[in-house]
DNA sequence: GTCTATATGAAGATAGAC
DNA sequence: GTCTATCTTCATATAGAC
């Protein structure tokens, strides 16, 4: 039935056992016994603890990253541009909730140089958000003062659907991915065509 | 000169540290260190690491659910009601970055009772919004499909600036309330007056 | 590649002197 | 109310058999 090899299934169990209790309070014998091994099993496929999380952040940041560049470069009309990278974004924030919850929020818990690493992930996405807005504003089609400003409240109405949604609750990811478009445009003074 | 009172100066330590490295990642030592104090002093002040916690986190929370109220009340205008609330909530978050951090993102570390308390808290901020919008749609002045969501897409925004807001980055705290207000009365689709 | 057993270190919290 | 010293527990990671 169940063929997943042992290196994937305590990576699934890390992000769940991250997302639940955090890196931090999180054990590895919690992850291991979680993917039905012994503790020991653990090291047989990761290095270390630190190293299982950096996996599933860098994997996470490198996945969003790619997604928005490809939102970015499907079409050329603002508004739909920006609607379509703040639909895939916010989606994706909700599909994968505990996954992202873990890329989000342990950052801090990466060494130096994975730290580095995913910064530079982050910048992409702050770019492609702050050109997505810009080239709105420079056609005349948005109406924007901070377009930096902007930029980050956006990612932050998506980044913080880890905090809260729930797989279970009223909204599926497509009715929170439309709505968070919606409101992108709104906050940008979008013109309707 | 530093008259502060050693139970205070232990708070301060460990809203220091709880914001830098989380809770979990947080000794009791690290906080009685950056207090000047022994780690035997911190168990005369307080009862554990986690009640240092508490007493952080129901503060926080009390203290931001009693401003908005006081925003709610403020004013009966719907436009004015929304953009005093999200320019208030967002600024807090602002100025106390630090603080803020700590009362949003260790809830999981409190124990069951003090986590059902301070959740409290945190519905009742959510209604704030919830009226506050709910009111605008029905004056007729604001224009919005989902109420409850677009709530959540607000607080979020404000909420996610501890994520990301430094205090000597280009932007003031009074700087990102007006812009938040601002998105917030676009994201309602108000009628300005 | 999996296990049991364990080395090693560090954390939360307390004891008891001053 | 502060300190030094320490108890106790538990975590990460490794050793070595199968």
């Known amino acids: 039935m169940t063929d997943v090899p042992a290196r994937e299934r305590l990576m699934d169990a890390a992000v769940e056992a991250f997302a639940e209790r955090g890196f931090h309070a999180t054990t590895t014998r919690d992850i291991s016994t979680r993917a039905g091994m012994s503790p020991a099993a653990l090291y ?27 939102a970015y470069a499907s079409t050329a009309d603002p508004v739909d541009r920006l609607a379509t990278i703040h639909f895939e974004f916010s989606k994706w924030h909700a599909v994968h909730s505990k996954r992202a919850r873990v890329v989000q929020y342990e950052i801090s818990a990466l060494t130096p140089e994975h730290r580095k690493e995913v910064a530079g992930y982050r910048r992409d996405i702050e770019r492609v958000y702050r050109d997505a807005i810009a080239e709105g504003v420079e056609k005349g089609v948005f109406e924007v003062d901070d377009v930096p400003g902007t930029a980050l409240a956006l990612i932050s109405m998506a980044i913080d659907l880890v905090r809260w949604y729930q797989p279970d609750g009223p909204r599926t990811p497509d009715a929170v991915g439309h709505l968070y478009a919606d409101l992108a445009l709104r906050a940008v003074g979008a013109t309707r065509s």
Not at 59 to 70: D, V, Y
């Open 44 to 70: 047989v496929h990761h290095a270390s603890k630190e190293q299982l999380l950096y996996e599933i952040s860098s994997a996470g940041h490198q996945n969003t990253r790619n997604m928005i560049l490809a």
